[in-house]
Nanobody, 131 residues
Framework: EVQLVESGGGLVQAGGSLRLSCAAS????????IGWFRQAPGKEREGVTC????????FYTDSVKGRFTISRDSAKNTVYLQMDSLKPEDTAVYYC????????????????????????WGQGTQVNVSS
């Protein structure tokens, strides 16, 4: 069973930085897509970023380009989200997600990921950015 455990959320002032971590276990394949969604109060879940293990292809939603960076440590089965220049509108619960069966079509730069495309979700970690 795939399990995802996030950490690293918290409170930060606008302009600050946070790094989220997601420790993954139980993968049945070396080919997978892994990334982050977020959900702000009263809003739908939004695909923030993801990376495809087979070729390193990445997706970033427009609002975080140039500020957020996804990276992966395959030896530790951990994915990181470095968030810089944080803004109050980044406040949300951030979820680590992963998908194995459809990984080959996910995490292309021009294809927005959808929540239903990912089978496995972490419990979420809260990020609050104060103005």
């Amino acid at each position: 069973e795939v399990q995802l455990v996030e950490s690293g959320g918290g409170l930060v002032q606008a302009g600050g930085s946070l790094r989220l971590s997601c420790a993954a276990s139980g993968f049945t394949s070396d080919d997978y897509a892994i990334g982050w969604f977020r959900q702000a109060p009263g809003k739908e879940r939004e695909g923030v970023t993801c990376i495809r293990s087979s070729d390193g292809s990445t997706f970033y939603t427009d609002s975080v380009k140039g500020r957020f960076t996804i990276s992966r440590d395959s030896a530790k089965n951990t994915v990181y989200l470095q968030m810089d220049s944080l803004k109050p509108e980044d406040t949300a619960v951030y979820y680590c997600v992963t998908e194995i069966r459809w990984a080959h079509i996910l995490c292309s730069a021009d294809r927005v990921p959808q929540p239903y495309e990912f089978d496995h979700w972490g419990q979420g970690t809260q990020v609050n950015v104060s103005s």
